[in-house]
């Protein structure tokens, strides 16, 4: 303490003696110097530095770093070499590991300059000063500051050894460009780790720490080589090189870009999990917005997410392969478009189509394609909860909500093609339906009218099991969107649906009837590695087992022989339903396999020519040359994509519902069908065996579970609310209906709009 106490005294003594002596000059400044001496008294404390977050994909690959103004990775100083310490060294300080964090010679160097300046012109600091101007005072140029800073260099120098003074400042020095600290200096001008920096290479950076602006090498080439080489020179004289060891050095080309070894946060994927980090306390770094704010760009954390750059590059390439144009993410179609004055207008549009896929086992999101680009287009259509009309993809809840109430898939239903219902105090009244191109005539079962996608056979479906019992059920699937019972044209999907919950609520089918949100965060840590957040599953029954069953039946068949057979997938059990709104403004195709449930959306998201275009509003006329549905070009992508991922890939099956009971007609109460008969429902009954049908599904590939086939329904459940099921018995139905287990002879035609007066059958 005497030591440092004398070496104070030096200090304060040399500068009041030359602040004296230029006191008309330096007046105003000699006030404070006698209260500097009190810095001996006052706390000494370093902050924790400024550390970026890194996140991570599932295998833990680097995806991004978040930071504010500060790109800092801090280093151990055993990690940084002796091309870059010793550089620095023999520039900024060459004798730190003599002094005791102030050099008499220098300050007194400086102090003579600066009195002759009338100024502060020459800073004199030492490292260890540097250190405590960094992190404990601010760039004020006043001898009150040099003095303070001159006090606390001493006081740290007994507090900590040299080798953790030059760490700390190694990581805080600012070398331009963003990047604090050597770590993110080597990544931003060389794009790699600090360890294998050469010579040349630290000279640069030692040059850059007294002007790291001016210095720039990218921006300022020119004087950037001269300092380089003005600090090769310095380095030879301390004799860490020879002049001819140094030579090869100051012929090296400069960095002329800025490079990174984490790319920027400008995905939708990397944003989602961002904002609900910022949003969400449960993650467990601060309550409040600012305390989140604070760790996510200033803190340091590692964040493991569920992102698979694989599935993510395949589903980029599926999507970019299939739709028509050349900009990747984008398509230019024409479309209509509604004006504000009430009139329509034809016009040249730019598209986007959305995938997102989630593990059905966790509900992991592993893919998400939100839209174009987030460079360009930053809106996620993926998980806005606006949503885009869902057309017949929202007819698998209604089947849902159906098997739930007690049928099966070999009950029948009328499809007629076309139909009106008396809808009281709805608009229009009455409500016509036209089936997608004469599609699903006749009687059939609930199975083949899935194929067939029979608007017809799902409204009276709907008014069957009751539209409120199809809210409820969809609700149970945790989809968000506000369903109203009394809207009858919601089995054809008027409802706007958010393609997140799509996925997520399919995945529940093919998950054996469990729920799992969708999550994007695995888990949590601190900067020192301690576990802030890990995710938990939380599964929780949405149907039934046999529901499911059920469902993954009809829907894997419906790829195999319905509207979504471009949807499939080579040597791997697939099922899912296509999806047209009303005027082909929007199609979809959702669906999965055993191992990942999967949305496609596409749509209009732009007008060249009008900034307030309204994505969701363009009737897609002519996209490629065709009128888009949901089985051109969202079931393509799909299986595309689903091809690529699962290529080589043990093929896997859905288990099994096992036998159903004897499958019987549907009918609707009278008056509910306008010109039905004694039913209202003009459909007829249909037998069933009593197992599980052959012809209505096609056959599946061999294999399966092994599991026990959960227990059917009861021959005399009623669908929840719906009317009372006043068909004759099953086992005598009338001459003429045709038989349950007909399959349609080949696919339904998926080329053309649905009509106006409904979401249509796509």
Not at 172 to 185: E, L, P
Not at 436 to 460: D, E, H, P, W
Not at 471 to 489: C, F, K, Q, Y
Not at 653 to 681: N, Q
Request: aromatic content about 6%; glycine content about 12%.
């Amino acid at each position: 303490m005497a030591k440092t106490l004398f070496k104070l005294l030096v200090v304060l003594t040399a500068t009041i003696a030359f602040s004296f002596g230029c006191a008309v000059a330096l007046g105003p400044a000699l006030g404070p110097l006698g209260d500097a001496a009190s810095s001996t008294e006052e706390p000494l404390f370093l902050n924790p530095l400024n550390e970026r977050t890194l996140m991570f994909d599932r295998f833990g690959g680097l995806m991004t770093a978040l930071y504010a103004e500060e790109n800092r990775a801090p280093v151990p100083l055993e990690r940084i070499p002796e091309t870059v310490t010793d550089a620095i060294i023999a520039v900024e300080d060459e004798n730190f590991y003599q002094h005791d964090g102030v050099n008499l010679r220098a300050t007194i160097r400086a102090l003579f300059e600066n009195v002759s300046a009338g100024g502060i012109e020459q800073g004199g600091s030492t490292i260890t000063q540097q250190v405590v101007k960094n992190s404990i005072l601010t760039n004020e140029r006043s001898l009150e500051r040099k003095t303070r800073e001159a006090v606390l260099a001493l006081r740290l120098e007994e507090l900590l050894t040299k080798d953790q003074i030059l760490e700390r400042y190694l990581n805080t020095a600012y070398f331009g460009s963003g990047a604090y600290g050597v770590q993110a200096a080597a990544e931003t001008y060389w794009g790699v780790n600090v360890e294998q920096l050469d010579w040349s290479q630290g000279a640069m950076l030692a040059a850059l720490i007294r002007n790291p602006n001016g210095y720039n090498p990218i921006t300022n080439p020119e004087l950037a080589g001269e300092r380089r080489d003005l600090a090769l020179d310095r380095i030879v004289e301390v004799g860490n090189l020879t002049e001819a060891e140094a030579a090869p050095h100051r012929v090296q080309p400069l960095p002329t870009t800025i490079l990174r070894t984490t790319p920027p946060p400008n995905t939708y994927f990397i944003e989602q999990v961002k904002l609900q980090i910022l949003r969400d306390p449960r993650f467990g770094i601060g309550m409040t917005p600012e305390e989140r704010y604070e760790a996510v760009f200033y803190g340091g954390l590692r964040i493991h997410t569920t992102f698979d750059n694989g599935m993510q590059v395949a589903a980029e390439a599926a999507r970019d392969e299939v739709l028509p144009g050349d900009v990747p993410g984008e398509f230019p179609f024409l479309g209509r478009v509604r004006l504000p004055d009430g009139s329509q207008a034809t016009r040249d549009l730019i598209g986007s189509s959305v995938v997102v896929t989630l593990e059905n086992a966790t509900g992991a999101v592993r893919t998400h394609v939100g839209g174009p680009g987030f460079d360009g287009y930053e809106f996620d259509i993926a998980t806005a909860p606006e949503g885009r009309q869902a057309g017949s993809s929202f007819k698998p809840f209604v089947l849902a909500a159906a098997f739930e109430a007690g049928l099966v898939p070999n009950d029948s239903i009328n499809g007629r093609g076309t139909c009106r219902f008396n809808n009281p105090g709805g608009a229009p009244d009455p409500y016509e339906v036209e089936n997608f191109g004469g599609s699903g005539g006749g009687g059939g079962t609930l199975a083949s009218q899935t194929r067939a996608s029979s608007n017809c056979a799902y409204v009276r479906l709907g008014q069957v099991v009751g539209l409120d019992n199809v809210v409820e059920l969809a609700e149970r699937l945790h989809i968000t969107t506000p369903l109203d019972p009394a809207n009858m044209s919601m089995p054809l999907g008027a409802p706007e649906m958010v393609p997140m919950e799509m996925a997520a609520a399919y995945a529940a089918f093919a998950n054996d009837g469990i729920y799992n949100a969708p999550f994007f965060v695995e888990r949590v840590d601190d900067a020192a590695g301690n576990v802030l957040y890990q995710h938990a599953p939380a599964g929780e029954r949405a149907v039934t087992t046999q529901t499911a069953r059920m469902m993954t039946e009809v829907l894997v068949s419906n790829v195999q022989s319905g509207t979504g057979t471009r949807a499939a997938v080579e040597g791997q059990e697939a099922g899912g339903k296509t999806g047209t709104a009303q005027n082909s403004a929007d199609a979809w195709f959702v669906g999965f396999t055993p191992q990942f449930s999967t949305a496609v959306w596409m749509g209009g998201v732009r007008d060249p020519n009008d900034p307030a275009f309204v994505p969701g509003q363009a009737a897609m006329i002519d996209v490629g040359g065709i009128t888009p549905t949901g089985g051109t070009y969202p079931a393509r992508i799909w299986g595309g994509y689903m091809n690529a991922v699962l290529a080589g890939a043990e093929p896997a099956v859905f288990p099994d519902p096992g036998p159903t009971r004897a499958g019987r007609s549907l009918t609707l109460p009278r008056g509910v069908e306008v010109g039905g008969g004694g039913s209202g429902s003009g459909s007829s009954s249909s037998s069933g065996s009593g197992r599980r049908p052959s012809s209505s599904s096609p056959r599946r590939p061999s294999g399966g579970s092994g599991r026990s086939p959960a227990p059917s329904p009861p021959a005399t459940s009623r669908p929840g609310n719906g009317p009372p099921a006043t068909s004759p018995p099953a086992t005598s139905p009338p001459a003429t209906s045709p038989p349950a287990t007909s399959p349609p002879a080949t696919s339904p035609p998926d080329t053309s709009p649905p009509p106006t007066a409904s979401p249509g059958n796509g």
